[in-house]
């Protein structure tokens, strides 16, 4: 069964921390939504998770003589932060792209796409 990625590249982290318990929760329904809806058609969540603030991340790039050149948090140049993601199956694309539709009530931006056969 073809294998997806379902990532949410576009929420907002300080939207996320300011937001209440009910916000939170109202975030969570809609996932769990759309679990609820891709098992209707056929399609699996397969794993995922929501991922910590930016903050805590490291950015290893190539530096000066390709040597590693690690920093603290993402690229300065992104303005958009990966929250989450969600691996999923699906034999029918479309099928799971109308299941994902349900997210952008919680998740501004929603973006599927395919994993390559390794």
């Known amino acids: 069964m073809p294998e997806y990625v379902v990532m949410f590249p576009a929420d907002s982290e300080a ?4 937001g209440t318990e009910a916000d939170h929760q109202a975030t969570f ?3 769990q939504e759309f679990v609820q809806l891709l098992a209707a ?3 699996a969540v397969t794993g995922g ?3 910590a603030h930016s903050r805590g991340a490291r950015t290893i790039k190539r530096g000066p003589n390709s040597r590693p050149l690690i920093t603290e948090g993402p690229f300065a140049e ?3 932060q990966l929250s989450g993601f969600f691996m999923v199956t699906c034999d029918d ?3 799971l792209v109308e299941a994902a539709e349900v997210l952008v009530r919680s998740h501004p931006v929603v ?3 395919p ?3 390794s």
């Open 115 to 117: 994993v390559e056969d």
């Open 15 to 18: 939207e996320w921390e300011a």
């Open 111 to 113: 973006e599927i796409r």
């Open 29 to 31: 329904d809609t996932d």
């Open 93 to 95: 694309y479309d099928a």
């Open 41 to 43: 058609r056929g399609g």
């Open 78 to 80: 992104t303005v958009e």
């Open 49 to 51: 998770a929501g991922l």
